[in-house]
């Protein structure tokens, strides 16, 4: 059972445009969600993070907003960037216990086109 | 300051053998975790040290196990592998205090034939 989801597998933007990428959870037992991206050969990289107390967090262009009620969680990215492309991955855990057991969505590709 | 260092990057095994990954977290960082990528099934929990001890464990068998030594790197160890044991084995540290996020190695590719 997938408590983690990324439905969309992949996302196209322009430059300069917003990158929305978005993760459903099913666990109301998650109060803490991360943002990972990425690249080929490499690991991934912490992004963003919020914890469940927030709706919202900002980071430069990284946005992450949270909606306990519907649980769901969005990464805004603007503008975007060609060196935005990469694998994102949505992440969460119940802090309240540990924060290195992380459980992740399936990733999300995004390509940003020039 | 250094990161997450996983070595080796790449290894291709044998059905039946074993491998030992190694992994030495950033310093200062005490809690070790190590996770399984695979296409199927994305980015999967395996195990988690701290001061030398497993605190948690994911739903793998037994055949993976691992270990922290008083340094706090960590070694992660696959026996008698089998074919779905392909993937890449990312190792991750952390503070180990509240919201400190987990911070990732560029993992070892590990092919079984």
């Known amino acids: 059972d997938q408590q983690v989801k990324q439905n969309s597998p992949s996302l196209s933007v322009q430059e300069g445009r917003i990158s929305i990428l978005n993760c459903d959870y099913t666990n109301s037992m998650f109060d803490y969600f991360l943002w990972y991206k990425k690249y080929p050969a490499e690991g991934p990289t912490f992004l963003i993070s919020i914890s469940s107390i927030k709706d919202k967090n900002e980071d430069g262009r990284f946005t992450v907003f949270l909606n306990k009620s519907a649980k769901h969680l969005s990464l805004h990215i603007v503008p975007s960037q060609p060196g935005d492309s990469a694998v994102y991955f949505c992440a969460a855990n119940n802090s309240g216990g540990s924060n290195y057991k992380l459980t992740f969505g399936k990733g999300t590709l995004l390509t940003v086109n020039p | 300051k250094a990161g997450v260092t996983q070595t080796p990057r790449y290894l291709i095994k044998t059905r039946g053998q074993q491998v030992t990954l190694s992994c030495s977290p950033i310093?200062?960082?005490?809690?070790v975790s190590w996770y399984q990528q695979t296409p199927g099934q994305g980015l999967q929990f395996l195990f988690e040290?701290?001061?030398?001890?497993?605190?948690n464990k994911g739903n793998f068998p037994g055949r993976f196990s691992g270990r922290q030594f008083s340094n706090s790197r960590s070694e992660m160890n696959v026996s008698t592998l089998e074919l779905g044991d392909s993937a890449l084995y990312l190792c991750a540290s952390t503070r180990d205090a509240a919201a400190s996020p987990l911070h990732f190695g560029n993992g070892t590719r590990l092919t079984v034939t």
């Open positions: 310093s200062g960082h005490r809690s």
């Open positions: 040290y701290f001061s030398e001890t497993q605190r």
